[in-house]
């Protein structure tokens, strides 16, 4: 992995910027080559797209490059977690845009961002929160393409196309395609090799086992059961899942809320699991997490899946998982992690 850093001469945030990516690779396979490049005129500028000092090349790409933003030698200033602005990126928001290339243009993936909830993972619940929540757009235009995204399954029901997301995005510099594939890079949305969006997590583009009804809006289809049950969250209003128990095949509807979820039957849990091995979520994980009637027959589908390492949960504390993992991904980028019930769309 190649790293450029342009800078006016004794730009005094470089020295800030190089800390955070000593912290953001600590630990992790990656051994980036980081060369510096002194800017001092507006044409070396515009040449090598630096847009402030100092600007980050992560193998020739501004990752946080951001739309109208022209060529300058002024101070850059970058959007905290806090909600402030700061003299470079935060170490979340460099191990994101790490994560999103390699060497070879592969994704880096660590273990938890790769191995959902592995037999060697003692609570799968928590690695699919954790895998989940490492998996995250790496930049303000892809934050917004992927909202853009979510909202259309939300309001339409179904996948937007990329020249629907174009149109919407026309005044962007990056082409929709390419921040498309950094987004199914990450394991953010699912895209199959003709580029086209056949997922966007929690949303499914093609016909799963669980159907959710939005209130107000349409019927969708969700990944997985986890997945259904954190759309309420996110999108703040009531929904009714519709699936059937795996094993017996006998129906299962429940109703969620932001904050309350119900089920018939009454003693309905979800298995949480996953396949051991290496790929995005929608792979490995998530035909593992399924609604089922009661315990007996969750236990009795898990008896028969012993390569499928899980747990079964209550239906309360799936649903709680569900919003955690899905509740702010409409929430503007500065407030995320707040982990609160998002507002309607």
Same mark, same amino acid.
């Given at each position: 992995?190649?790293?450029?850093i342009?800078?006016?001469?004794d ?13 953001a ?14 800017i001092?005129d507006?044409?070396q ?7 402030g000092?100092?600007?980050l090349l992560?193998d ?6 951001t739309?109208?933003?022209?060529p ?9 977690e @806090? &909600?402030t602005l700061?003299g *470079?990126?935060s170490v979340?928001?460099?191990? %994101?845009?790490?994560r999103?290339t390699s =060497? ?9 961002e790769?191995?959902?909830c592995t037999p ?6 928590a690695?699919?929160?954790t895998w989940r ?9 892809e934050?917004?393409v992927?909202?853009?995204i979510?909202?259309?399954?939300a309001?339409?029901g ?12 026309s005044?962007h510099?990056?082409?929709?395609e ?13 895209t199959?090799t @003709? &580029?086209?969006?056949v997922? *966007? ?5 093609t016909? %799963?086992?669980?159907r959710?009804?939005? =209130?107000?809006g349409p019927?969708?289809?969700a990944m997985?059961?986890v997945d259904?049950?954190?759309?309420s969250?996110?999108?703040g209003?009531q929904?009714?899942?519709t699936t059937?128990d ?10 969620a809320?932001?904050q309350?979820?119900?089920?018939q039957?009454a003693?309905?849990?979800v298995?949480?699991?996953?396949q051991?091995?290496l ?19 969750a236990q ?5 899946h012993? &390569? ?8 309360p504390?799936a649903?709680h998982l569900g919003?955690?993992?899905f509740g702010?991904?409409l929430e ?6 707040c982990r609160?019930p998002?507002t309607p769309?």
């Amino acid at each position: 992995m190649k790293l450029d850093i342009l800078q006016v001469p004794d730009c005094p945030n470089v020295a800030v910027l190089e800390q955070r990516l000593h912290e953001a690779t600590a630990g992790r396979p990656i051994t980036p080559e980081i060369t510096h490049h002194i800017i001092d005129d507006p044409e070396q500028a515009a040449s090598t797209g630096m847009t402030g000092s100092p600007t980050l090349l992560i193998d020739g790409r501004d990752p946080f490059a951001t739309p109208g933003n022209a060529p300058s030698l002024s101070c850059r200033l970058y959007p905290q977690e @806090d &909600g402030t602005l700061g003299g *470079a990126p935060s170490v979340t928001a460099l191990r %994101t845009a790490l994560r999103s290339t390699s =060497a070879d243009g592969e994704q880096l993936r660590s273990d938890a961002e790769t191995r959902c909830c592995t037999p060697s993972t003692a609570d799968p619940a928590a690695a699919l929160s954790t895998w989940r929540a490492a998996a995250q757009p790496a930049d303000p235009t892809e934050t917004a393409v992927h909202q853009a995204i979510l909202r259309f399954f939300a309001t339409s029901g179904c996948a937007p196309t990329a020249a629907q997301l174009a149109e919407t995005f026309s005044g962007h510099a990056v082409p929709i395609e390419q921040i498309l594939q950094h987004l199914h890079d990450a394991d953010v949305i699912r895209t199959d090799t @003709d &580029g086209i969006i056949v997922a *966007a997590y929690p949303f499914s583009g093609t016909p %799963t086992p669980h159907r959710v009804r939005i =209130a107000g809006g349409p019927t969708v289809y969700a990944m997985c059961a986890v997945d259904a049950l954190g759309i309420s969250a996110m999108l703040g209003t009531q929904v009714t899942i519709t699936t059937t128990d795996p094993e017996t095949n006998d129906p299962i509807t429940i109703t969620a809320g932001s904050q309350l979820v119900t089920a018939q039957p009454a003693t309905t849990v979800v298995f949480v699991g996953a396949q051991a091995g290496l790929g995005p979520s929608a792979e490995t994980c998530c035909s593992h997490l399924n609604f089922f009637t009661e315990r007996r027959t969750a236990q009795k589908w898990a008896d028969g899946h012993s &390569g499928i390492n899980g747990d079964i949960v209550e239906l309360p504390d799936a649903h709680h998982l569900g919003s955690v993992i899905f509740g702010d991904l409409l929430e503007p980028r500065a407030v995320r992690g707040c982990r609160t019930p998002a507002t309607p769309i």
